[in-house]
């Protein structure tokens, strides 16, 4: 029995263990990979109190942080989640079941992959599906971004400001994107724009060094020597596992309150996973603190009092 389980060890799932840890309830983190979304960046720069940090490091110092803390971090997948008679939850994972008092899902987003050669192997070595964490890294070079949705264009416009070159390259023959985004895209001097194109193999040694792409309509092929492969297709809400639990949006995110609550009582949310705008570290880690300790004071007005009163 644990007052708390925690779904998803990324930055919001560790955040939550510590804060939950800190107010002296029994918690578990349940991840199928600590990190999470952070393990497909290479530096970070934008998270406070560093300049920059590498990825590996940050992971590593939330991970001992949150095991310090007191609470315990499994690696497993979480197959099922059920809600029991007296208000508890049934965690079911691909070895084991754990039972809880209340919830935190904080699973986040998997990046939807391209699926070319040389995406996998040249991930981190100018692969990237984050602009604002690895956009700075190519300041004065040439840089592909993929996509044409607002994600994207909104990365092509970050990467003009920051590369000498940038080619936004989108499947389709129009984007699915804010007329005005669309507009200061065609606007840059900087971007050039391909469509009705796809990128059919990336290539590089021990670092991205050019890209294949192909034109859907005639089926030209086309070289582009660029050092960075910005993959901005869309990310993956994998909740189905609390669909009848929460309230979801049409791209299967968590519905949650100003104070992580879900619809269901003791269930919370936070991170990438709901239906924040914004996709950042220091966001995700923000709504895991609110969740967590909404989740202690549910707790705590259930009558479970036998929590240790601990500043924040």
């Known amino acids: 029995m644990y007052d708390l389980i925690i779904i998803g060890a990324g930055p919001a799932g560790m955040t939550a263990g510590v804060y939950a840890a800190r107010r002296e309830m029994k918690t578990l983190v349940i991840g199928m990979e600590v990190g999470g979304q952070m393990v497909w960046a290479s530096e970070i720069e934008n998270y406070p109190g560093f300049s920059s940090i590498s ?29 029991l008679d007296n208000g ?19 699973m986040g987003l998997s990046p939807r992959r391209l699926a070319v050669p040389g995406e996998v192997e040249l ?6 599906y984050c602009a604002n964490c690895d956009g700075p890294f190519f300041k004065n070079k040439t840089v592909a971004v993929i996509g044409g949705g607002n994600s994207a264009l ?12 940038v080619y936004l390259i989108h499947r389709g023959a129009n984007f699915r ?18 469509f009705n194109s796809e990128v059919k193999e990336i290539f590089g040694d021990n670092k991205v060094e050019l890209i294949k792409v192909g034109n859907n309509q005639d089926n030209s092929l086309r070289e582009i020597k660029t050092d960075g492969v910005f993959v901005e297709v869309g990310r993956i809400a994998s909740t189905d596992l609390v669909a009848d ?13 100003e104070k992580g609550e879900t619809k269901t009582p003791g269930l919370y949310a936070a991170g990438d996973v709901t239906t924040c705008e914004t996709k950042q ?25 036998h929590f240790a009163k601990k500043n924040y």
């Open 55 to 83: 990825s590996f490091d940050l992971i590593e110092n939330m991970r001992k942080q949150t095991i310090d803390s007191g609470a315990e971090i499994k690696v497993d997948e979480v197959k099922k989640i059920e809600r």
């Open 88 to 106: 508890h939850f049934m965690i079911y994972t691909s070895r084991d079941s754990f039972e809880a008092q209340a919830v935190v899902i904080a």
């Open 123 to 128: 991930n981190g070595k100018g692969v990237s």
């Open 154 to 165: 909104d990365a092509a416009e970050l990467m003009s400001k920051i590369a000498s070159q």
């Open 177 to 194: 994107a804010f007329e005005t985004l669309i507009d200061e895209v065609k606007a840059r001097p900087n971007i050039e724009i391909l």
């Open 245 to 257: 639990l929460v309230d979801r949006n049409e791209q299967n995110q968590i519905i949650i309150s």
């Open 281 to 305: 570290i220091t966001v995700a880690v923000g709504q895991a603190t609110i969740a967590t300790l909404s989740a202690y004071q549910y707790l705590q007005l259930k009558g479970n009092t």
